[in-house]
Nanobody
Framework: QVQLVESGGGLVQAGGSLRLSCTAS????????MGWYRQAPGKQRELVAI???????NYVDSVEGRFTISRDNAKNTVWLQMNSLKPEDTAVYYC?????????????????WGQGTLVTVSS
């Protein structure tokens, strides 16, 4: 069974920084895209940033220039460095990964989610 375990959330003042971490565990053949999503109270979950296995990245406009996503393929880990945080960044942040596992017949692609970590930015 594959799991994503997140850490790094917390309370920070506006203008501050936090670094989220997410590590995949289990019997994993490989991981394709890894990403961070967030869901604020009363809002839909949105994609914040995504990184391919080759290191290409994409960000939602609202975090461009403030957040940086990175990964270590050998450690099955993805990070989200969040700088210049704003109150509107307050949300539960979820890690997501496209994981490839082996089966008797070959390979299978799984979409796996972390449990979420709360980020609260005070004004």
């Amino acid at each position: 069974q594959v799991q994503l375990v997140e850490s790094g959330g917390g309370l920070v003042q506006a203008g501050g920084s936090l670094r989220l971490s997410c590590t995949a565990s289990g019997i994993i053949f490989g991981i394709n895209d890894m990403g961070w999503y967030r869901q604020a109270p009363g809002k839909q979950r949105e994609l914040v940033a995504i990184i391919t296995s080759g290191g290409n990245t994409n960000y939602v406009d609202s975090v461009e220039g403030r957040f940086t996503i990175s990964r270590d393929n050998a450690k099955n880990t993805v990070w989200l460095q969040m700088n210049s945080l704003k109150p509107e960044d307050t949300a539960v942040y979820y890690c997501n990964a496209g994981v490839v596992v082996t089966t008797r017949g070959g390979y299978r692609n799984l979409e796996v989610w972390g449990q979420g970590t709360l980020v609260t930015v005070s004004s």
